[in-house]
């Protein structure tokens, strides 16, 4: 609650997220307030009551509603660990209880004082206890009530169970009895378990009334045990914890089928209690607390208190996982022990050596947090998981080792990422250097380089004289440029390089080409208007063939060496496609055909030429041609 009475909630402290609740409405300060846990409303959001006037308002993340109620003003307030009720105190000094919906009243109690309670806490959900100076008053839910005197101030603290009363030199537990220790221990019980319990001592002093008891129960025998084992949870003294479990296994003898998983687990949660409530240790938790808790919430407040040993026990009979026990030894280990360094990471290593599969990262991060970056390093070689080993030696700035870690692992992510990371920490020259002697790092550059940093790729080649593959990466960029001044200048560089390498002849060649391939093409465009960039010597010699430039055509053939055959086969291609008949015969007149009539039928057949394909069939002189084109004229007739 600000200065202002506006309400802001954080359901989460790992993840904090402050959000305004509806406005309150208020002008001055109210007389209490209290909050129910979003598990315990209908809308599964935190709601807060407060006491203003003689009223309450119940607040939520969307409005506010007030209960207009008339019993107050309302000086203390609490809510019950279920959420279910509410216990209010009067400015009149009457104790009043009621659901935390507002829709029942349960329990009126008049305390006969005006002076509000320096504490009002729920007694598990069974009572409700008032605390003056000196004084503390017990309120049952049918108005029975029992005082207790204190004379040093104390503090009380709600549990599930009960109430736990701190003074300064002694800690209480103050509760409801059970029903099932009532049950068996309550005067002239005669009840199952009481019967049970009273057997088992006759059968020690070896009494026959011991037969008599059990024959008397026999029917509910079963309850009997179940009660013995259910009074043996709440009991402290292992006197009693004993005697109950023995009781109940007494009994259970006389059972044909009964299960006894559950006294199985009573016996192994006493043990753990036991442990955990010597003074040594301090924790003195009542048997529903630690079911509430979980065995692996008690296991990590252990931890926590640094009882590291008694964590590890209790997790191995439990069969609770124990690394993160393990890891906060070693962690605190690290940071109290002023052996050297060579000491504690063989210490850490003997125990935890024995835990395959467990992570180092976190122990060497506190080391290295430490100042200890030799134990942090040592202790990263038995990190398992390369994904937790590498970001942490990058971190602690240990670049190579990284990423031969990284290599080791074949993550190919993890090497790009102490790539990068070396790529933008260090200088190129050094960045080369690093990854020079490493085959896997460089191949994963050059892949990366292709696709994304030509230049980059360029300055790793050139530092390692490779000069043949820069020449290819010079290339490609030639061939990727749109200005063919820009296109050959990239390949007369390429070509200078391969030009110095004697094994590169036939690439030298290549390029030398291509580059008196552009320039003509360029000296084409010019001269015909037309695009000719980008094609190669078939589709130049094709296009000037279609474009009537057949002197052009003829000097492509000559300068590439392009033979007879391949230059007959596009040049018919071309005039028939143009249905230029005319120069095809003058091309086919001009030297003997090297591919044949039949070709040119084939062509006109191709582009649905009619009257081409009968020009052919005229001039051919081969009866058996002169049959197939006869064919082919029939299915165009048809269609």
Known sequence: MTSRYQLVSVTNFYEPRPKLMAETGLDQEPHSWTVIPPQYTLSRHVEVLIGTGSTILVVDSKE???????????????????????????????????????????????????????????????????????????????????????????????????????????????QKVPAATEEIFKIGSTSPAAMLFDALDHFERKSPKADENIRSIKTELVDAVDCCIEAAGFEFQHYYQRALLKAASFGKCFLDNYNADRFVEMAQSLRVLNAIRYYDIGIPLTYAQYKRLSPEVVVDRLVYRNHHLLAVRIADYLKVRSDKILIHWACAKIKSSSEDEDTICRMIVEKLIKKPGLSYAEIAKTAYNSGQTRLATKLLDYEPRAADQVPLLISMEEDEMALMKAIESGDTDLVYMVIFHLKRKLPLGEFFRMINNKPLACSLLEVYCKEQDKELLKDFYYQDDRRVESANVILLEGFEQDDIAERISKLKIAGKTYQDDKERAFEAKGTDEGIKLLQMQQQLEKDTHQPFTGLSVSETIYKCTVLGQQNKASKVKSEFKVPDKRVWWIKLRALVEVRDWENLEKFAKSKKSPIGYEEAGEQAFLNKDMEGLKQVRAKCSNHLVAQEIDSLLAQLSAR
């Open 64 to 174: 506010t509603v007030d209960q207009r109620l008339q019993q107050g003003p309302f000086t203390k307030m609490a809510v019950s660990p279920n959420g279910k009720f509410l216990a209010l105190f009067t400015s009149d000094g009457k104790l009043w209880v009621v659901s935390t919906d507002f829709q029942k009243n349960l329990s009126e109690y008049a305390t006969k004082s005006k002076i509000p309670p320096q504490q009002l806490v729920w007694c598990g959900t069974d009572s409700v206890v008032l605390y003056w100076d000196k004084i503390v008053l017990m309120v049952g839910p049918f108005g029975d009530w029992i005082k207790f005197s204190y004379e040093d101030p104390i503090f009380m603290i709600s549990e599930i169970d009960g109430v736990r009363i701190m003074s300064n030199d002694k800690c209480e537990l103050l």
